[in-house]
């Protein structure tokens, strides 16, 4: 059974800084690259950094240069380090094998919200 537990969000104020962690289950994360996503109110979830296994990253336009994703193999974990954030940062963030269509995904963890605001 795929499991997905994302944790280390919460409340900042703009330009500060945020690292979200989240443990997968080993089926996925040895198998496939990893993403992270995120889903503010009334928009669609997007994906905004994807990692290998290799570790080759790729980010979003709005938030490369501010967003760092990283994994450890060996605890089947990836983060996120998010400096810098902006008001339109808010959202709950998931992670999640990295896809074009977050919709084509079956099974998804709680999330965790993300609030930016002084």
């Known amino acids: 059974q795929v499991q997905l537990v994302e944790s280390g969000g919460g409340l900042v104020q703009p330009g500060g800084s945020l690292r979200l962690s989240c443990a997968a289950s080993?089926?996925?994360?040895?198998?496939?690259?990893m993403g992270w996503y995120r889903q503010a109110p009334w928009k669609q979830r997007e994906l905004v950094a994807t990692?290998?296994?290799?570790?080759?990253?790729n980010y979003a336009d709005s938030v490369k240069g501010r967003f760092t994703i990283s994994r450890d193999n060996a605890k089947n974990t990836v983060y996120v380090q998010m400096n810098s954030l902006k008001t339109e940062d808010p959202a709950v963030y998931y992670c999640?094998?990295?896809?074009?269509?977050?919709?084509?995904?079956?099974?998804w963890g709680q999330g965790i919200q993300v609030t930016v605001s002084s």
């Open positions: 990692i290998t296994n290799g570790g080759s990253t």
């Open positions: 999640n094998v990295a896809h074009h269509d977050p919709l084509l995904l079956p099974t």
């Open positions: 080993g089926r996925i994360f040895n198998s496939y690259s």
